[in-house]
């Protein structure tokens, strides 16, 4: 059985993690805020607060931002659900923009458009969460221009991204948005078992979300409604959350990023084979553009069903009972059963509607053999010929 996606460790990353059981801290030690400055020098960053997930990222950079009852936050419907829930957890309602047609990001053309008719409409956004596909930067910068055009905050979902690049300059600096999030589940690009970091360059953001990550305590005394009562003293401030990530969990983060070199190196390699094995076929590739590095977290291809002699779920089950565990990134979200209860329009978008038609995630992982990735072409191959 050959996975989508699969963690690599090795003894370095063991030892990371053996050395803090042996430690006088398994929690709030040192090693969160070494990896926080480590996420900090690795994406260009000012502040990194490290969390348990990359959902409970997403949750407190909402709230951080100021979503609430009554707001509205957009995102793509190409995602996990993750990307939207955050915004549900905070009160806000949600709605989707669609994809591009060639990255499957954001559209940034459908993006506009939404906004002038919800200009008029008086339902602008609060927030808007682009999301970056298999790890290739949406347009970020017509993203940035429009938020100051329509006045709304912008969190850049980059779970899949960590060690892609847009401009040249690495995801996460924040450049064209408020917060961005990181994921280190294990299929993604580095892992800390569970885990997520927010990168954002802004002093009040960071402080806000890591008291949100605890419980909404606070040991600054600055920020006390009156002096401190002693040594011992602290203020909660507002409703916060256990949302810490453990010395352990950071520890391997530490090691992990130290290969992400090498891991972008072997999945850009990877990327790139299956490129030209696939050339002539009746498949779209993932197209690239001019401004991104991807971090190649998926390789997604589409069927040319016209040119394909069998249905998506066919080609679908036949790469699964071929032991190719290829899956599928993403059902659009509007078609959950849980939003469409809550949603009060019909939201099917076209080009969302199409790609799930079409789309297939093969296998890409780091520690991946040619002899695998071969497998995996050769199945492809015979079953759409
Ligand atoms: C994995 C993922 C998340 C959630 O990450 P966790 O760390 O598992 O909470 C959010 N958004 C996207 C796009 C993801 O792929």
Redesign the pocket.
């Known amino acids: 059985m050959i996975p989508y996606g699969k963690q690599d460790i090795n003894q370095q990353d063991i030892e990371a993690v053996v050395k803090v059981l042996q430690s006088d801290f398994l929690t709030q030690g040192p090693q969160v805020p070494l990896f926080e400055a480590a996420i900090n020098r690795t994406v260009n960053s000012q502040y990194a607060v490290a969390v348990n997930?990359?959902?409970?990222a997403?949750h407190i950079a909402c709230l951080a931002l100021g979503v609430g009852k009554g707001d509205i936050v957009w995102t793509s419907p190409i995602?996990?659900v993750?990307?939207a829930n955050c915004a549900l957890y905070c009160g806000a309602s949600v709605d989707f923009v669609d994809i591009d047609s060639e990255t499957y990001n954001l559209s940034p053309i459908e993006l506009e458009k939404k906004l002038i008719v919800a200009k008029q409409q008086n339902k602008l956004p609060k927030v808007v969460i682009p999301?970056h596909l298999a790890g290739q930067s949406c347009e970020m910068q017509k993203i940035h221009q429009l938020s100051l055009e329509y006045n709304f905050k912008i969190i850049e979902?980059a779970?899949?991204g960590i060690g892609g690049k847009y401009q040249d300059k690495p995801i996460g600096n924040c450049r064209y948005s408020d917060i961005t999030v990181f994921?280190?589940?294990p299929v993604?690009i580095v892992t800390t078992a569970?885990?997520?970091v927010a990168t954002t360059n802004c002093p009040n953001l960071s402080a806000s979300m890591q008291r949100l990550r605890s419980h909404g305590i606070t040991r600054d005394e600055s920020l006390m409604t009156e002096p401190s009562h002693g040594d011992w003293y602290y203020q909660q401030l507002e409703l916060g959350f256990n949302y810490r990530m453990s010395d352990l969990h950071a520890a391997l983060g530490i090691s992990q990023l130290e290969r992400l070199t090498e891991f972008i190196y072997k999945r850009n390699k990877l990327a790139k084979d299956y490129s030209e094995a696939f050339l002539g076929l009746p498949l779209t590739l993932p197209q690239q553009h001019f401004d991104t590095n991807s971090s190649w977290h998926l390789y997604i291809i589409r069927l040319q069903l016209s040119d394909v002699s069998q249905t998506h779920r066919e080609v679908f089950s036949k790469l699964r009972r071929a032991g190719i565990l290829v899956n599928l990134h993403y059902i659009p979200i509007y078609k959950q059963p849980y939003y469409k209860k809550i949603s009060s329009v019909n939201t099917a978008l076209p080009q969302a509607e199409h790609y799930y038609e079409e789309a297939i995630s093969i296998p890409i992982y780091p520690a991946m053999s040619t002899s695998q990735q071969q497998k995996i072409i050769e199945a492809l191959k015979n079953i759409i010929k």
């Open positions: 997930s990359a959902t409970s997403l995602t996990f993750a990307s999301v979902d779970a899949h994921s280190f589940h993604k569970e885990g997520g």
